[in-house]
């Protein structure tokens, strides 16, 4: 199947043609009548005027080639369409400062593995991700506000990417103060939202927000209740996942030791399973507390199991591009003409 890959440069064509027109008009001159014209000097035109009258055309034609090649015609050399069953799903995950707690680190042979809390969740979503390849997935994290880090998609590789390089603000001192204080924050009621605004024109009917937080809304524009009521007026189903255990917990912080290392020390956390619970609730959807590693892993296996819908797609697997056949001559064209140009009335244009 032969197709364009990018047919509205083809609405260039008609400054083209008018371009065209011009140089055509511009060739029409004035005379006068003579009646003995076997009386005037026969003279051929010399090469240099027969450049002159082959140069507009040749870079007319060039700059056809051009915008054919900027249009991409390409072959498609294997297409089809295939069911799936499908859920458009939202991962909307805290990186506030208190995801740098290690009370999900694990205890190996040969000691403690340290992990923050987000570094658990980055790898148990992933694992996530790998097990449902069809479904549209998108990324939002907040801190004091949110940001939508990966659209809905099903290229489930750029968005592991993205997840891979997800991490919890640096701190940023000035004259020994935080400035930037607000990014360590948690705006729940802000995430909740950005994640609704992601997931309301998607095709699946079953659509779905993963909310992962370990601390209390203590920030935003929009409140949680705000953010609750969205959710309902867009049929959309909240899943929330508490993460770890209030209180006191070990943390990097911010001092080295004397090799430049970091340090542990403890840092106080809190968590509103009250407004996760509400949030889970009020949307029909389910609230997990998680305490440990596996915990994580149970909270997402029961996610895993919910309703799909069934969507048609179309698959192009491989395509032919056909561009260089028209951007190669284009090329060629536009540096014998600009060659010519010089050689013959010594300018570039």
Known sequence: ???FANPYYFFLLPSLGLAG???????IR???VFSATHALPTQRPTWRVRVAQLLPGLYLVAMLLTIIALARPQTVLSHNRRSADVIAL???VDISGSMQALDLSERTPTGPKYRTRLEAVKETFAAFVTRRPDDLIGLVTFGGYAITRVPLTTDHGALQHVLGGVEVPREVYVEGQ??????????IGDGLAMGCARLRDSDPVSRVIVLLSDGESNTGVITPEAGIQIARELDITVYTIGIGTPGVSQAPVRTKDIFGRET???IQVSLDETLLRQIATETEGQYFNVRDPRGLDAALADIDELETTKIERDIYSHYNELFPWFLLPALALFVAATSLNMLAAKRLI
Request: glycine share 6%.
């Open 264 to 266: 542990i020390g403890r």
């Open 90 to 92: 939202e991962m909307v």
């Open 21 to 27: 027109w011009l140089v055509w008009r511009r060739r």
């Open 1 to 3: 199947m032969f197709q």
């Open 30 to 32: 004035a005379g006068l």
């Open 178 to 187: 935080l400035v930037n204080r607000e990014e360590f924050m948690t705006a």
